[in-house]
């Protein structure tokens, strides 16, 4: 599959990469191959290892094995920095300079002129808009003398007006708009004579023009000879700029692919790991027969979006239902539960439960009217580490007593332990502080939480993510058991097997928008594969 | 993946938080009884208790007071620096209601305590409502709060005489200072409170997680506004016992640092500056600790200049006990001399 490096050697080499974390074997023997001046997309679903492969080659991490060739060295570095002095440069989606500082200072930072220290090599572009000719040919300027602001700022304009870009470069990096900061943290790192420039999901704050603006940045590091190595989970951007694809599954490689030639429904089964030709006998157990389509419905999306996380949606879903909610990761299913629970606020559209709108960007009006949510990152958005198992699954519960209202601690301790023993949590007991807990165990007391709240609608994000097999059946059997309740579920998963095998209608989402509805027969991985591949040009059947 | 274990441990003692603290004022106060003349002689004179011990619970009223309301700041992962001037303001309010209007003492002390509550909630409101950081938002009162006592009093201290008032500071039930009895009853009523109801646990998980707060359904505006009014509350009691114990409103001076004392107590107590557990008790322990250091020291004779050194370092003793790192330190090196 690795086609032989044309001509020149690879600019990178790393072979059989070996990461572990306590549990966890994060990257299993990972091979990845840069040659010089191509655009590289790393390509995953959430947990496949890519950010830890960055990490690993960048020197966040140590790694357990394996080995890294760069530009015909072996390369061990131990820090981003020891890696941008080597030309390896990151690229995150965050920023990672300085915003209250100039953009001038910024692009200089820890490389400005010193008193008397004319040894020190000062670079900057010269180019003239063009970018033409090669990176490793820059003038030398030598310093003596204090801070000269005046070459300073003279220097960043020119270099950033190679990127096309016109700024007054005095001005706080902040006061720009981040596609802005982020090309300047790229003509820093070209600057500093980057080989490899590594971009982490660069445009996932950025709307189209930003985009195309970044990729013909991307477009002219290539013809100079820099080799991008690109992070994204949009394919379509993927497919734009990409020369070649790395695909991980479960921290190892899938394999190494000519953008041109990879089908996207193939690439689409390698990411989630299934294949294509072999899908048409799994179907869904629906859990519902017809009488569900009568059923009253609880929870209605009317247009429903946010700027840069959702097109306006509509969307349902029936009392005792099970609504999955397909696509890849940044496809919009989980902007989509947070604009339903109230957890960002919708700049379009309304919420309904039963006849009554929601309050908009209010979690505390949404769960009053019997919704719940299960945020898909449970550290940030879900557990208060400090607090106890039995204090955690009590607090939804305890969140809309009156003030100096009491739930009694001793039906506390039952709830915890009902909830302990229906879920098979691991715990020494209900007083455990549920930071100490394992991460499925962690899951676990916060579908609790929800569970003891008893809501009309309950959305899923990821509720099996980093569970354990037999944890995972637990919590769908839950599912499915909750549903034939009478409660209606929202059901989130990159584990399309598990959408389809627990949902009654599917919504697949791609590229921020629903692009199809599928119901009965045509709940199959192999239907969801292709709209997620072909987006809106095929529509799943009504 | 695996589940790590957690799996049942027989039943061990596990170190609660007010252990470090306690273990600290159980020995200063072996130290005092040995060292100290008298530290434990205790007498009654004309109906109430007199004795370095009784002095010290009745000197720290304040810094205990303080403590009980920061402590509950400091658990949402806030701070307040302005108690000290509401304690002023309080007591100014107070002295103003007493000299210039005919109200009754009980009235005086609801007027000056809805003072407090209102500059309370002018830090909840900055805190909560605009979302600046609680430590500028309450460095506004603490830098403006002495300037409006000194407006209220003209820049004066008033004095006044008004037996009933004084007795808040000077009186005795029982035998016990009043003081104490109002101290340990808001202690109580607090820890009643947010041991028994949603409150305590709401503040808790503002502290220790406001995003995941807001997603359980927790309206964490309403619970820091409320928490800011009650430390202001605790700060003009505060206040009021220190206006009545010099029989004056000293805007200058009433209350000056004592927020400082009320974080170390806070501190001390096992309560974390990055919010998420109170721990109340605690925070009076630690209150007294200090106390106790002071006022050992005015027994013995020493110089103020002493206080503040030792003080220091009792409060780093304490820390450093606290510290899990050190403590780890430790248990490997008495592991390591055990192996040997």
């Not at chain 1, 993510?465 to 037999?470: A, E, S, Y």
């Not at chain 2, 109170?278 to 013995?300: H, R």
Request: one cysteine or more; proline letters at 5%; glycine letters at 12%.
């Amino acid at each position: 599959m690795d086609l032989p490096t044309a001509g020149a050697a690879p600019l990178l080499e790393m072979r059989g990469i070996i990461k572990r974390f306590p549990g966890v074997l994060a990257l299993d023997a990972v091979d990845l191959t840069l040659r010089r001046g191509e655009v590289h997309a790393l390509m995953g679903e959430n947990g496949a290892g890519k950010s830890t492969l960055v990490k690993v080659l960048t020197g966040v991490y140590p790694r357990d094995g394996g080995e890294i060739v760069f530009g015909d060295q072996p390369l061990s570095v131990r820090s981003p920095g020891e890696a941008q002095s080597r030309g390896i440069s990151t690229i995150y989606q965050e920023v990672n300079l300085i915003p209250d500082l100039s953009v001038a200072e910024n692009i200089f930072l820890g490389r400005a002129p010193r008193l008397l220290g004319g040894a020190r090599r000062q670079t900057c572009r010269q180019g003239t808009g063009g970018g033409s000719g090669d990176p490793r040919h820059r003038p030398r300027a030598s310093c003596v003398g204090p801070l000269n602001w005046r070459a300073i700022h003279e220097r960043a304009r020119t270099l950033l007006q190679t990127f096309s870009l016109d700024l007054d470069v005095r001005l706080p990096l902040g006061s720009y708009p981040v596609a802005i900061q982020q090309m300047v943290s790229i003509a820093r790192a070209v600057d500093i004579s980057s080989q490899l420039i590594i971009m982490d999901e660069p445009t996932s704050s950025l709307d189209q023009q930003e985009v195309e603006r970044l990729f013909g940045v991307i477009r002219r590091l290539r013809a100079d000879g820099v080799s991008v190595l690109f992070i994204t989970h949009f394919l379509d951007q993927a497919y734009e700029i990409s020369d070649r694809f790395t695909v991980l599954r479960n921290g190892r490689v899938v394999g190494t692919f000519e953008a041109a030639s990879l089908p996207k429904l193939e690439l689409v089964g390698h990411m989630l790991g299934r294949d294509p030709s072999t899908l048409a006998d799994i179907s869904h157990q629906p859990l519902l027969t017809q009488e569900a389509d009568q059923a009253e419905v609880v929870l209605q999306a009317r247009g429903l979006g946010r700027r840069g996380a959702l097109a306006p949606t509509d969307a349902m879903v029936r009392h005792g239902e099970v609504l999955g909610l397909a696509g890849l990761l940044g496809s919009g299913r989980t902007e989509l539960a947070r604009l339903l629970f109230g957890v960002d606020r919708a700049d379009s559209g309304s919420v309904w439960v039963g006849r009554r709108r929601l309050a908009p960007g209010s979690p505390r009006a949404a769960i009053r009217e019997g919704l719940g949510l299960c945020p898909e990152d449970r550290k940030t958005d879900g557990l208060v580490p400090d607090l106890s198992v039995r204090e955690n699954i009590a607090l939804v519960i305890q969140s809309h007593l009156p003030p100096l209202g009491r739930l009694p601690r001793r039906r506390q301790v039952e709830l915890a332990e009902r909830f302990i023993r229906l879920l098979g949590i691991v715990t020494t007991g209900p007083e455990q502080p549920v930071r100490d807990l394992s991460g499925g165990n962690q899951q676990k007391v916060i579908l609790a939480r929800w569970l003891a709240a008893a809501p009309r609608v309950l959305i899923l994000d990821e509720p099996t993510r980093g569970i354990d097999v037999g944890g995972k059946a637990e919590i769908e059997r839950l599912v499915e058991s909750l549903a034939a309740d009478g409660l209606a579920v929202v059901f989130i998963s990159s584990e399309l097997e598990e959408v389809v095998r627990r949902s009654d209608r599917v919504l697949v989402l791609r590229d921020r928008a629903v692009v199809a509805e599928l119901t009965g027969a045509a709940v199959d991985e192999g239907t969801i594969m292709r709209t997620i591949a072909a987006g809106a040009s095929e529509r799943g059947p009504a | 993946m695996s589940e790590p274990t957690a799996a049942r441990r027989p039943w061990r003692y596990r170190p609660g938080p007010t252990l470090w603290p306690l273990v600290a004022l159980v020995l200063l106060f072996a130290y005092n009884a040995l060292r100290t003349p008298n530290f434990l002689h205790l007498e009654v004179r004309e109906g109430r208790l007199f004795g370095t011990t009784v002095d010290i619970l009745h000197r720290g009223t304040p810094v205990v007071l303080l403590a009980t309301g920061m402590t509950f700041v400091i658990a949402t992962a806030g701070v307040d620096l302005s108690v000290g001037a509401v304690m002023a303001i309080t007591g100014a309010a107070a002295a103003l209601l007493l000299t210039r209007t005919a109200l009754p003492v009980p009235a005086v002390v609801a007027g000056a305590l809805a003072v407090s509550v209102a500059c309370g909630a002018w830090n909840g409101a900055l805190v909560a409502g605009l979302g600046l950081q609680p430590i500028v938002a309450t460095l506004v009162l603490l830098v403006a709060g002495r300037g409006i006592a000194q407006l209220l009093t003209d820049g004066m201290i008033i004095t006044f005489e008004r037996p009933s008032f004084e007795a808040i500071a000077g009186g005795a039930a029982g035998g016990v200072p009043i003081t104490v009895l109002i101290a340990a009853g808001v202690v109580l009523l607090t820890l009643l409170v947010t041991r028994g109801t949603v409150l305590g646990l709401r503040i808790e998980a503002v502290g220790g997680n406001e995003r995941a707060s807001r997603l359980a359904g927790i309206d964490a505006g309403r619970t820091k506004l409320l928490v800011y009014g009650f430390c202001g509350l605790c700060a003009g009691i505060a206040g009021l016992i220190a206006t009545a114990d010099i029989k004056a409103a000293d805007s200058n001076n009433c209350g000056l640092f004592l927020e400082l004392d009320a974080i170390l107590a806070v501190v001390i107590g096992g309560t974390s500056l990055s919010g998420g557990r109170a721990n109340l008790p605690g925070s009076v322990v630690g209150a007294l600790v200090m106390q106790t250091v002071t006022t050992m020291i005015y027994a013995q004779g020493r110089g103020p200049e002493y206080t503040l050194v030792v003080k220091a370092v009792a409060v780093a003793a304490v820390c450093l006990l606290q510290s899990d790192l050190l403590r780890a330190a430790l248990r490997r090196r008495s592991g390591e001399l055990r192996a040997a």
